[in-house]
């Protein structure tokens, strides 16, 4: 009998002809069938599937629930609904299968159970979807390790190095900060270790494992800042913030989060900041819903945060919440007896960072930076000292490898015999010179020093870094 005879006599021959042999196909082509009950236990396993799962004896599977073999199976959701899952991708080890899932049903149509099919080998022609996939999923396992990395603090409380009689009393305020939960103010000059110390406080804290996220708020556009700390809610916003973004607060939820130079905060947000501190709550952009965030913050100022409240520039209930427990750092002049351990230090993570010999600094150098005031304290030592290692080839610095590095050393015949320059060197030494001035007039303020330049901080910041007065 031909098909087309079969067909005429019997509409329905069709089913009953490609059944079997679909079936058997499938068997061939499968690298694995199962098959579960309406309780989603296993009833039928075929021996590639078996053989995949590490077993020779069905009899160790069957009756047990599908999740304790195959933890992602959606054959219990298939039971469920009575819905098939026609294609679908499942990663087993580091293999990646396209699975289908069907139910199956009794004659009543009541589902008793469903199957479910992997395939991997015979599909020649998805390979290269699959080993996209597979490396797609590999990629998003790499970044999301090293973004774990990035929020994982880079300081100890070890890094704070110094053992002046100012710095051992930081490290004991640190590590009682470190034990309570509170909120922590860091008050110093600018480069004093504000960001190494919260970083240090955090490590040493109950949520060393959680996340550690920082945020300068000198250096976000104002009308930036309530996306940057909130988020956004997906689809509030048209364009590049479409699908919505997390807040600085739900990032850094079960761990820290650290607010650099929060004496620089717009006074609107300083409003929603507080009531965030409050409340233990944020609510995204848009979102018109609140999420429960548990943060611990510490924050930071290089100004002198009573002199903003008395002038009205922050508000006193913000400074209250935040002056907790507060540390002062010491600046650099004032500890100078540190500089030693501080060179030695910087020295070897210039060494390890170029490939470039070790430098010792002498007794004469340290004299020679002794003398001077150090606006820019730890960073600028360390900027210096960068500078000096460059310049100089022998091993041991000396006072004069400083002499025309150091600004107060710059004689006027010698800054005459510099006076030649290619221009935008000779723009980018005067503005070196313009912001060094006014960061020290302005006692390493910030914000003061960008008004005496009259450029707005967010520029001070462009330029700080520019110029590598920042790191
Ligand atoms: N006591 C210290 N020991 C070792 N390194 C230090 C110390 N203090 C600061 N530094 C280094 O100086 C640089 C500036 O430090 P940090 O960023 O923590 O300062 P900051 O007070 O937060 O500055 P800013 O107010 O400008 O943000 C960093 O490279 C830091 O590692």
């Known amino acids: 009998m031909d098909l087309t005879e079969l067909f005429t006599q019997n509409p329905d021959g069709l089913k009953h002809l490609a059944t079997p042999a679909l079936l058997q196909r499938l068997d061939d082509i499968c690298e694995g069938t199962i098959a579960v009950d309406a309780r989603a236990r296993i009833v039928w396993i075929n021996k590639k599937y078996l053989h995949m799962l590490g077993y020779s004896d069905p009899q160790a599977l069957l009756g047990h629930d599908i999740e304790e073999f195959i933890p992602h199976s959606l054959l219990r959701q298939v039971v469920n609904t009575g819905e098939p899952i026609l294609l679908d991708l499942m990663a087993f080890g580091s293999e990646t299968f396209v699975v289908s899932r069907l139910p199956l049903t009794d004659r009543a149509g009541k589902i008793i159970g469903a199957v479910g099919?992997?395939?991997?080998?015979?599909?020649?022609?998805?390979?290269?979807?699959?080993?996209?996939?597979?490396?797609?999923?590999?990629?998003?396992?790499?970044?999301?390790?090293?973004?774990?990395?990035?929020?994982?603090?880079?300081?100890?409380?070890?890094?704070?190095?110094?053992?002046?009689?100012?710095?051992?009393?930081?490290?004991?305020?640190?590590?009682?900060?470190?034990?309570?939960?509170?909120?922590?103010?860091?008050?110093?000059?600018?480069?004093?270790?504000?960001?190494?110390?919260?970083?240090?406080?955090?490590?040493?804290?109950?949520?060393?494992?959680?996340?550690?996220?920082?945020?300068?708020?000198?250096?976000?556009?104002?009308?930036?800042?309530?996306?940057?700390?909130?988020?956004?809610?997906?689809?509030?916003?048209?364009?590049?913030?479409?699908?919505?973004?997390?807040?600085?607060?739900?990032?850094?939820?079960?761990?820290?989060?650290?607010?650099?130079?929060?004496?620089?905060?717009?006074?609107?947000?300083?409003?929603?900041?507080?009531?965030?501190?409050?409340e233990q709550e944020i609510e995204p952009l848009g979102a018109n819903k609140v999420i429960k965030v548990d943060v611990r913050i510490i924050a930071a100022t290089s100004i002198a945060l009573q002199e903003s409240v008395a002038r009205g520039r922050f508000r006193s209930d913000l400074y209250y919440r935040l002056n907790v427990l507060s540390i002062t750092l010491p600046p650099l002049r004032d500890r100078s007896s540190d500089l030693e351990a501080l060179c030695d230090s910087a020295l070897e993570q210039i060494n390890e960072r170029t490939g470039m010999p070790r430098r010792e600094i002498t007794q004469s150098a340290l004299q020679r930076l002794a003398a001077y005031d150090w606006p820019g304290n730890v960073r600028e030592l360390r900027n210096v000292l960068e500078k000096a290692v460059l310049h100089s080839d022998s091993k041991r610095l000396v006072a004069e490898d400083f002499a025309t590095i150091l600004p107060q050393a710059t004689t006027q015949l010698q800054a005459l015999a510099h006076a030649v320059l290619p221009l935008s060197q000779a723009v980018a030494e005067a503005e070196r010179k313009a912001i060094v001035a006014a960061l020290r007039a302005a006692g390493g303020k910030k914000t003061a020093a960008a008004q005496l330049l009259g450029i707005s901080r967010a520029t001070l910041y462009e330029k700080l870094a520019q110029l590598k007065l920042q790191d």
């Open 117 to 278: 099919f992997c395939l991997y080998e015979k599909l020649h022609h998805l390979k290269p979807l699959l080993s996209k996939f597979s490396r797609l999923q590999q990629e998003l396992a790499e970044t999301r390790r090293q973004l774990g990395e990035n929020r994982r603090p880079r300081y100890t409380l070890a890094s704070y190095v110094g053992n002046s009689p100012a710095s051992l009393e930081v490290k004991r305020q640190a590590r009682r900060a470190a034990q309570l939960d509170t909120t922590v103010l860091l008050l110093g000059e600018t480069g004093t270790g504000k960001e190494l110390l919260a970083q240090a406080i955090h490590a040493s804290s109950d949520r060393a494992s959680q996340s550690f996220i920082a945020v300068n708020a000198a250096a976000i556009p104002e009308s930036l800042l309530e996306a940057e700390f909130f988020g956004v809610a997906p689809g509030a916003y048209t364009g590049a913030d479409k699908r919505g973004r997390e807040g600085k607060f739900k990032l850094a939820h079960g761990g820290t989060l650290f607010l650099d130079e929060v004496g620089d905060m717009p006074l609107q947000i300083q409003a929603k900041l507080l009531r965030v501190l409050q």
